[in-house]
């Protein structure tokens, strides 16, 4: 098997492999640009949050900028809600939002200190929701091993991104044919990423 064999072999089974990934990418990045959209869809009237429990938990908010896992780690204990979290606080609230990371469903957890509650909200279910949590999750930070096993995943699929592009730009540069069409369609690809980055 020739090189040239094995660059095909190779761009036409990342195609095929990464189908779901550029569709899931392609959809959710609709949703970022036209939320507008799906805020118009489920305009109906029924709230995105639901109120589903309420607990006493007492405990001191960390001055502002510490780390958080410590009292994270303690209101999802608290819970009884199975999961890992992930915890914001807002830069000018005495409160502390605990997220339960999942895809088909979404918990929030408000803590508020001054008056020693914890309430339990469960989002709506909604595709757009669900495809942008798809989109942005990653990182190794979640305490989980399935949820490291998928942060590999994620770091595997951007590695496939670029020996796909690669192999295809290769290709490319092979065919005489298709160099003049190719570098027009190449040149305006970088063209407007250019102007784009330096000028909007």
């Known amino acids: 098997m020739t090189f040239n064999h094995l660059n095909r072999r190779t761009h036409l089974y990342l195609a095929l492999a990464l ?44 001055p502002q900028g510490e780390d958080l896992h410590e009292i994270t780690d303690a209101i999802g204990a608290a819970s009884d809600i199975e999961g890992p979290f992930a915890s914001w606080r807002p830069p000018n609230g005495n409160r502390l939002y605990v997220f339960l990371i999942q895809f088909l469903e979404n918990r929030r957890l408000t803590y508020y200190p001054d008056q020693g509650k914890v309430i339990v909200e469960e989002e709506r279910f909604r595709w757009d929701n669900l495809l942008i949590r798809l989109h942005t999750r990653g990182g190794f930070h ?35 044919a298709t160099r003049t069409w190719g570098s027009v369609a190449l040149g305006g690809g970088i063209l407007s990423f250019v102007i784009f980055t330096f000028w909007l």
């Open 19 to 62: 189908l779901p990934w550029f569709v899931i990418y392609g959809l959710s990045s609709i949703f970022f640009s036209h939320s507008d959209w799906m805020e118009n869809y489920y305009k109906d009237g029924i709230p995105r949050w639901m109120v589903t429990g309420e607990f006493a938990f007492a405990e001191a908010l960390p």
């Open 142 to 176: 979640h305490y989980s091993l399935l949820h490291d096993v998928w942060a590999v995943v994620v770091d595997g699929v951007c590695i496939a991104f670029l020996i796909w592009v690669a192999s295809g730009v290769y290709m490319w540069w092979l065919l005489p």
